[in-house]
């Protein structure tokens, strides 16, 4: 998953755990709630802005990161399968988690 995705996703965990609506959200930030809803359903957002959101939610970049890399669900467990796979190939090893 794009880090961008895992940055929005994380972004609407933190606005339903405030109980915060998108016209909430356009609200503080002083604009439509059009345009929040644009914002986040195309997923692109400048820096500024999402710094302003975060500074909305009154947390940092970093809680945000972090929020974000939670949307991954760890592989801690992996089925015969997948192990004999690994053992086959161990070049997959290499591949990104998504």
């Known amino acids: 998953m794009a880090i961008s995705i895992e940055l929005i996703d994380g972004l609407k965990r933190f606005l339903r755990a405030q109980d915060l609506t998108y016209r909430d959200l356009a609200v503080r930030l002083k ?21 302003q959101i975060c500074d909305v939610l009154d ?31 161990p070049a997959l090893l290499l591949a990104p988690c998504s």
């Open 31 to 51: 604009l439509s709630e059009a345009a929040v809803k644009r914002m986040f359903s195309r997923r692109a957002m400048s820096l500024q802005r999402l710094e």
């Open 59 to 89: 947390i940092g970049l970093v809680e945000l990161s972090a929020e974000a890399g939670r949307g991954c669900a760890p592989m801690d467990m992996l089925s015969e399968e997948q192990e004999q796979a690994l053992v086959d190939d």
